[in-house]
């Protein structure tokens, strides 16, 4: 399991701080004593799942939804943007819009990172949830078996979320890429199936390790660890940039 020392104290903006995954980093950053910003659709439906603290702060809005100079004060001052976003899993989550929720929403974020009118005097570190169905772009993965890429492509046809999730990101590693003087640093977390469940033992792979079809597992706490750990931690943070890491429970 990887370290949770912490380096600094640290400000996060987290989005999706309301999902199952999003909540977990959002108590666990608290927990080490971190800066956490969250914008939310709902203050009052966030407080009934995170209780008010001196370190967070929440910003009741869509994040599609808000001005530049809106987002950018949000952002000022942050060293951490960290993306837990999904699409309920519901008809309407699934099928009904924003078709691109999650790419929308990285691709908005950077976008004010670039053209802040103070850029921050190192690289934000942008750190996106996706899961081990998103293919890696720099085609590092091992090519998958026929009938998980006939299903993959049919994935991406037919459920909106899973053409969103890859979209995102293949934004970070195709426009974003590894350009430093864009004030921007990325990693997309690529975890197992997700269950409940609290942290555990868990590893660390640089790609996934049995496919869609009897594949691992991973607690949203372990994902919501690794994440706080990517963000506190510039040690794990250096061994992963600019990667699309698998978090496994073992």
Request: proline share 5%.
């Amino acid at each position: 399991m990887a370290s949770s020392t912490t380096n600094n104290t640290t400000t996060t903006l987290v989005l999706g701080g309301t999902g199952n995954t999003g909540r977990r980093l959002v108590e666990q950053l608290l927990a080490q004593q971190q800066n956490v910003r969250a914008i939310v659709r709902s203050k009052e439906r966030f407080h009934e799942i995170i209780p008010e603290n001196a370190n967070l702060q929440v910003i009741e809005a869509a994040v599609l939804d808000m001005q530049d100079s809106e987002f950018e004060d949000v952002v000022q001052g942050c060293d951490s943007i960290a993306s837990c976003l999904g699409h309920n899993l519901t008809f309407k989550g699934v099928y009904g819009k924003p078709r691109q929720l999650v790419t929308d929403s990285i691709k908005r974020a950077c976008k004010v990172v670039q053209e802040m009118s103070i850029q921050p005097s190192k690289p934000i570190k942008v750190v996106l949830m996706g899961s081990n169905g998103v293919v890696n772009p720099n085609g590092m993965d091992n090519v998958r078996p026929f009938a998980e890429r006939a299903l993959l492509s049919f994935l991406r046809i037919s459920v909106p979320p899973h053409k969103d999730n890859e979209d995102a990101a293949a934004f970070l590693s195709e426009e974003i890429g590894q350009d430093k003087a864009g004030g921007i640093e990325w990693v997309v977390v690529r975890p197992d199936d997700l269950i409940e469940g609290e942290v555990s033992e868990y590893e660390v792979l640089k790609i996934p390790k049995a496919g869609l079809f009897g594949g691992g597992q991973t607690t949203r706490a372990n994902v919501a660890h690794f994440m706080s750990d990517l963000i506190m931690n510039d040690d794990t943070w250096k061994k992963w940039v600019y990667e699309m890491p698998v978090p496994s429970n073992i």
